[in-house]
């Protein structure tokens, strides 16, 4: 059965935090204190311990940091931040703990299962990572320092997650966007319409808008998001991981952090920087080339093509070269009828089952699915999916209950911002990737050990799984299966390859954009400059395939600088996997002998196994960069 049970009466919530996290942190704690209290264990009985100590923390943490995120009010949101800091301080304070790891340290690995072998590696090997060897007065600054930088962490997510930003125009700016956006946003007793910088607003106003000051004007305030408060608050964060690589023996950040990736030391992202440079740059300005010519046919004169006007033309382009037209498109895409279609998708391709049931959530919007196998309960998922005041403001899973055999269920959250009525294909996509994280989360979720459950592999490669899944959201067989019009028709299969062929468009300047994040993140870490917008704009002047809007901090709203730090890398390095991984689907997406093969091998184990072997064992073969190089060149076929 699930482990969560979420309070029915509001006033309930804060015993629901005491109970859930502080309870669980104060058991972590009597775990670790029982470790300690020189009682002979065999080293099997010691690991039990750490294990149990990590499934309370887990759960504690999670509750804590998804609640922080998604809670409807303010002030619980802001307990519930507490929590999530308490738990991250706990986590520091055991790894400091010079008494614990002793204990830790003495047992001996003959004679332990391969599992109990793995974790006590990775115990005594994160031991050392956070200092505990180090002298007292070091352990007291690392201490300090991982205690500071969780705190300004929680605070850059806070400040992205609350600086919501909106522009005011007249009905008729409103010119080239569909009929049911405008429906949607009528005139105030002004006579104007707000638009603001959440995501069911910004793409479709980047996208369709043919006033092109609309387009930039609400872009601009999407690059402003968390400034200028995030500017302190950033520059504060990489001083101090700075200080904390150093501390720890290691040259800077990217170094520290990509010893337990895949990617496997800082160097090697410098590395894949400069061979994706070579592969993207000229794809990239051939895109942006094309988009240029076509913007100057509305605006003779223009020289740049910035983020406000990018979507624009890769649909215009798309739409008179490739005969795409993204407005018939997403009338194929009604959240009514994606979400179904989206959740029978995956449940064929894994062979598992996923019932909506009545249980208390967070906020009335959420809905509740039990996952089944074969009739027998793996885990629970919410699904948190429409935009609102002071929730989190972007797509990803939350993890909530940590899967043990034999203990409990896994179960995940859905995160995202969809409009209610009509959605864009890339929405879709979005949905698909995000589904891939929460059933890795729910298939990995059967493991006896907490450190490998559900989605625990490297950093680096856990969206390998969410970009593979993308695909399913370009095949015209699984689209029509769930995509239909009002009328009911299905999305016509010659539509979807238009799309398809169309898609390729823009790829080159897509990627580079990636790289462009991955370079910034990369470089931040490295040598954290003195000032962060010049050091910004050189790296956009290098990497960026459009040209930057002035006055802009787009780094203050870059989220991922505080839950990946310096590994942004992970999007392009793990697309190079997925690609690969693609290869293997060669009888077709919906092949349920391959999908079952590659549940088996690259899900159902978490992070039981290294990600390279997981790979090696579902193709055959280590992964190479073939199959991505070869999507990437696809780019440079025309109509």
Avoid at 234 to 248: D, I, M, N, V
Avoid at 283 to 300: F, G, I, K, S, T
Avoid at 536 to 562: C, K, M, N, S, W
Wanted: aromatic share 8%.
């Amino acid at each position: 059965m699930p482990t969560t049970s979420f309070p029915t009466d509001a006033a309930a919530w804060p015993d629901f935090l005491a109970t859930t996290v502080d309870a669980r942190l104060d058991h972590a704690r009597a775990l670790v204190a029982r470790l300690k209290d020189g009682s002979p264990r065999t080293s099997a009985e010691v690991l039990d311990l750490w294990n149990d100590s990590d499934i309370a923390i887990g759960t504690a943490s999670s509750a804590a940091h998804l609640l922080a995120e998604v809670h409807p009010d303010a002030d619980l949101r802001a307990a519930a931040e507490e929590r999530a800091q308490a738990a991250e301080d706990l986590v520091t304070e055991l790894g400091l703990d010079h008494a614990l790891w002793r204990v830790l340290a003495a047992t001996d690995p003959d004679g332990l299962e391969p599992g109990a072998v793995r974790v006590r590696d990775r115990v005594l090997r994160d031991f050392r990572r956070a200092g505990v060897d180090r002298s007292p007065e070091d352990r007291d600054r690392l201490r300090a320092l991982a205690q500071r930088c969780t705190e300004l962490g929680l605070e850059f997510s806070r400040n992205i997650r609350d600086g919501v930003r909106s522009i005011r125009v007249r009905p008729e700016q409103l010119d080239g966007l569909p009929e049911d956006f405008r429906a949607e946003h009528p005139a105030d007793e002004d006579g104007l319409v707000t638009l603001t910088t959440e995501y069911p607003d910004l793409l479709p106003v980047r996208t369709y808008a043919t006033d092109p000051s609309v387009r930039l004007a609400l872009t601009t305030e999407h690059q402003r998001i968390g400034w200028p408060a995030n500017e302190q608050v950033l520059a504060e964060l990489l001083q101090l991981r700075a200080e904390r690589a150093t501390l720890l023996g290691y040259p800077d950040w990217p170094t520290y952090d990509a010893e337990v990736k895949m990617i496997g030391s800082g160097s090697a992202i410098a590395d894949l920087v400069e061979r994706l440079d070579g592969l993207t740059a000229e794809h990239a300005a051939h895109d942006v080339d094309v988009m240029l010519a076509r913007y100057r046919q509305d605006v003779p004169g223009a020289t740049a093509v910035t983020a406000a006007d990018n979507l624009y033309y890769d649909q215009i382009i798309k739409n008179e070269q490739y005969d795409v037209d993204s407005r018939e498109v997403r009338e194929y895409f009604r959240y009514e009828a994606v979400k179904p279609g989206v959740l029978d998708v995956v449940s064929r391709l894994f062979g598992i089952a996923l019932q909506r049931v009545e249980a208390p959530t967070w906020h009335e919007d959420v809905e509740v699915y039990d996952v089944t196998d074969d009739g027998r309960a793996i885990g629970r998922v919410y699904l948190d999916m429409h935009p609102r005041a002071g929730k989190f403001n972007h797509a990803a899973q939350f993890p909530l209950v940590p899967g043990i055999a034999g203990r409990s269920l896994p179960e995940g959250t859905l995160v995202c911002n969809f409009p209610t009525g009509l959605m864009e294909h890339d929405d879709v996509l979005t949905f698909f990737h995000e589904l891939g994280h929460l059933v890795h989360e729910v298939l990995g979720g059967n493991q006896p050990w907490a450190m490998f459950s559900g989605v625990a592999t490297e950093w680096d490669f856990v969206e390998a799984p969410s970009q593979l899944l993308e695909e399913w959201g370009w095949d015209a067989g699984v689209l029509g299966s769930f995509a239909t019009n009002a009328a009911g028709e299905p999305i016509p299969a010659a539509l979807v390859e238009r799309m398809r062929r169309a898609d390729a468009f823009g790829r080159g300047a897509w990627t580079r954009r990636q790289l462009n994040y991955t370079a910034l993140s990369y470089g931040l870490h490295a040598d954290p400059p003195a000032d962060l917008a010049t050091y910004t704009a050189d790296v956009d002047a290098r990497f960026g395939p459009y040209t930057p809007i002035p006055e802009t901090h787009q780094y203050a709203g870059f989220g991922h600088l505080d839950g990946y730090g310096s590994a942004y890398y992970t999007y392009l390095w793990s697309l190079v996997i997925a690609k690969d991984l693609r290869t293997a689907f060669t009888d077709g997406l919906m092949d349920p002998v391959v999908g079952r093969r590659y549940r088996d091998a690259i899900l159902a184990p978490g992070g039981s196994a290294d990600a390279a072997e997981l790979v090696e064992r579902f193709l055959g073969r280590p992964s190479s960069f073939e199959a991505f190089e070869a999507w990437l060149a696809e780019g440079t076929v025309r109509p």
